[in-house]
């Protein structure tokens, strides 16, 4: 796949420790789920390229720390995002009520205002809900965000996410720009922006 992608595009992963944003991360990057998976120190970072509507996107996936001692070191990392998916452990009502302080954090530190947010509730494999889906949407249309839920353990979900964030973003031409300017022979540069094989 090489350097076959039209422009890269810069993807948040916010929300409390634990909810499993580093599972979904790896899920969506590698096919991999790691039972075991240590808690992020800081930030961690994945990249990806991916295929909406035949062009291809390199996704660079931020996934910052969740613990309130981290927090210093994560507002460099929100400058120029295009998008952020805040995730909730749907078992876990205190994550979904801290959600409203991540938002708060996005609009704060976020520099696109019209950056596309998605509200994810994740660990849906798991028999002990606290959070309804009913709820997550609510939330999520109020806030004006998209909503899915995902299990980062079964992958349900997982791949809609990134791939609908990415969709939103690229349907909104301010958000990001071309990698190759107009006027650029796509041919002589070896890539073929519609098709990419990812």
């Not at 961690?44 to 910052?64: G, H, Q, R, Y």
């Not at 302080?101 to 696109?112: N, V």
Request: charged share 30%.
């Amino acid at each position: 796949m090489g350097d076959n992608y039209i422009t890269t595009l810069k993807i948040l992963i916010i929300g409390e420790s634990g909810v499993g944003k580093s599972s979904l991360m790896l899920r969506f990057t590698n096919d991999e789920f790691d039972s075991e998976q240590a808690l992020t120190i800081g930030v961690d970072f994945k990249s990806k390229i991916i295929e909406i509507d035949n062009n291809c996107a390199k996704l660079a996936i931020w996934d910052t720390a969740g613990q309130e001692r981290f927090r210093t070191l994560t507002p460099s990392y929100y400058r120029d995002a295009q998008g952020a998916i805040l995730v909730y452990d749907v078992n876990k009502r205190s994550t979904f009520q801290k959600l409203d302080s991540w938002l708060h954090e996005l609009e704060i530190y976020g520099t696109r205002p019209n950056m596309v947010k998605m509200v994810v509730g994740n660990k849906i494999d798991v028999q002990s809900r606290e959070v309804s889906r009913e709820e997550g949407f609510k939330f999520a249309k109020r806030h004006r965000t998209l909503f899915l839920e995902t299990s980062a353990k079964t992958s349900e979900g997982v791949k809609e996410a990134f791939e609908e964030v990415v969709r939103k973003i690229l349907e909104t031409d301010s958000l990001w720009e071309p990698r190759y300017p107009e006027g650029v022979d796509l041919q002589s540069t070896g890539s073929n922006a519609s098709t990419c094989n990812c």
